[in-house]
């Protein structure tokens, strides 16, 4: 299990990492699918970010810092990555016969992006981040980098669902035949963040930056837009509607009109669920599943969005 996997890490082995980087004093913030850890130096906070090499292979991690580097230069506000005092984008730390990477982006201003803002121009640049982002995607090179893509999601996903019930599966097929037959084109599909939700843009009450370049996928650029709204959705609350309309605004003031279908917003929804409910529930056993939610009530909740169309309904009107 993947939480099982990163309990093994002691309290000397950040602080042994942070010191590649010439810090000090790493402060745990967010125990996840990965942990972070916040430290100073020269008056200026960096962000560690550390996880077993039995979970993320060194290639993967150079793959996303890379994809992450070509960002920042590209002009996206986002967190940039640095070379440790060794010049290494990544740091292995040996703990007894374990192995953990590490790596460091600096801090950005702000806090989460939340949907209670009244201020509708916030969400517009929201949109309009998200989509100089993607423009930088467009012009990206991944060269001999090898990076997930919704094909090989979906390949997991019908692992995994050999074990489930056949609504389950009846779902994941539905879902499955509706990508296989969407055409990508210049415009609609690139490397995308891969997780791009509230927690990862974050607010200063102006600007926003977008970090947690962790998982770049190639997958049509509008799993970015709709993720967001995800976790909103699933909990039934409505917050978020009056603020889609700006945000999708702003994200099609400097991309193209024809790189976003706003008739997939069920489907990518439906499909974030199939993953997020299939990969918990076979990689992770803690009693709180990655962002601090109950395991067992997340799972239930999920499954029964899944099993329920009348959502699915009602976001056709946002299409």
């Known amino acids: 299990m993947w939480n099982d996997v990163l309990k093994k890490?002691?309290?000397?082995?950040?602080?042994?990492?942070?010191?590649?980087?010439?810090?000090?004093?790493?402060?745990?913030?967010?125990a996840g699918v990965n942990l972070?850890?916040?430290?100073e130096k020269n008056n200026h906070y960096y962000y560690l970010r550390i996880s077993h090499s039995a979970l993320r292979s060194e290639a993967e991690m150079l793959a996303a810092i890379h994809y992450q580097q070509h960002v920042f230069f590209a002009g996206v506000t986002v967190c940039q990555p640095l070379l440790s005092d060794h010049g290494q984008w990544i740091e292995a730390i040996q703990q007894d016969n374990e192995v953990f990477?590490?790596?460091?982006?600096?801090?950005?201003?702000?806090?989460?992006?939340?949907f209670d803002y009244a201020d509708a121009t916030l969400y517009e640049t929201w949109g309009k981040t998200l989509g100089e982002l993607h423009n930088a995607a467009s012009t990206y090179d991944a060269k001999e980098h090898d990076y997930a893509s919704w094909q090989k999601s979906l390949e997991e996903l019908h692992g995994y669902a050999q074990h489930e019930a056949s609504a389950v599966q009846q779902v994941l097929a539905s879902v499955s035949d509706y990508f296989k037959q969407r055409r990508p084109t210049q415009a609609n599909y690139g490397l995308t963040h891969g997780d791009h939700r509230k927690g990862n843009v974050l607010c200063d009450g102006k600007q926003l930056a977008i970090i947690d370049?962790?998982?770049?996928c190639f997958q049509w650029f509008s799993e970015d837009v709709f993720r967001p709204f995800f976790s909103t959705i699933m909990k039934d609350q409505t917050c978020w509607q009056d603020k889609f309309a700006p945000y999708i605004h702003g994200y099609l003031s400097v991309r193209p009109h024809d790189s976003l279908d706003l008739n997939s917003f069920s489907q990518h929804l439906q499909l974030k669920a199939l993953e997020i409910y299939l990969w918990t529930k076979y990689n992770w056993s803690g009693e709180s599943a990655p962002g601090g939610?109950?395991?067992?009530?997340?799972?239930?909740s999920i499954y029964q969005k899944l099993m329920d169309s009348s959502w699915i309904e009602q976001l056709a009107t946002f299409s």
């Open 293 to 300: 939610i109950d395991t067992k009530q997340w799972l239930a």
């Open 36 to 39: 972070v850890y916040r430290f």
């Open 213 to 216: 370049f962790d998982l770049p």
């Open 101 to 114: 990477l590490a790596h460091v982006v600096s801090s950005v201003s702000g806090k989460a992006m939340r």
């Open 9 to 30: 890490m002691t309290r000397e082995t950040p602080q042994l990492a942070v010191k590649r980087w010439g810090g000090q004093d790493a402060y745990l913030v967010s």
